[in-house]
């Protein structure tokens, strides 16, 4: 079983920058589909960022170029760096996983029924 904490949301003002932390544990082989999403108040989940077990990412138009996901393997610690934040993403930020998904040998999914682990959310709050 496969078990996500995210950690590092907060308050920021528009075009300051946050990093995400999303520790990982219970995985079998040490790499998976991992992936972050966000929902803001009223409207539905979004993917935002996936990462597969080759490093292979995928970005939300909203946000490429200004955000990169990363995975670091001795920590086993998924990150969101997001830059030049925008009130917009104003939103609770989730990290997923799928372990039984490696890679699709093609550019990751970031839609959330491929993904089956879950963690509680932590809050980010963009300030105009």
């Known amino acids: 079983q496969v078990r996500v904490l995210e950690s590092g949301g907060g308050w920021v003002q528009t075009g300051g920058s946050l990093t995400l932390s999303c520790t990982v544990a219970g995985l079998t082989y040490g790499r998976c589909l991992m992936g972050w999403f966000r929902q803001a108040p009223g409207k539905e989940l979004e993917g935002v960022a996936a990462i597969d077990a080759d490093d292979r990412s995928n970005y939300a138009d909203s946000v490429k170029d200004r955000f990169t996901i990363s995975w670091d393997h001795v920590k086993n610690t998924l990150y969101l760096q997001m830059n030049s934040l925008k009130p917009e993403d104003t939103a609770m930020y989730y990290c997923?996983?799928?372990?039984?998904?490696?890679?699709?040998?093609?550019?990751?999914?970031?839609?959330?029924?491929?993904?089956?682990?879950w963690g509680q959310g932590t809050q980010v709050t963009v300030s105009s």
């Open positions: 997923a996983a799928n372990q039984a998904i490696y890679s699709f040998g093609t550019s990751p999914s970031l839609r959330q029924q491929r993904f089956d682990s």
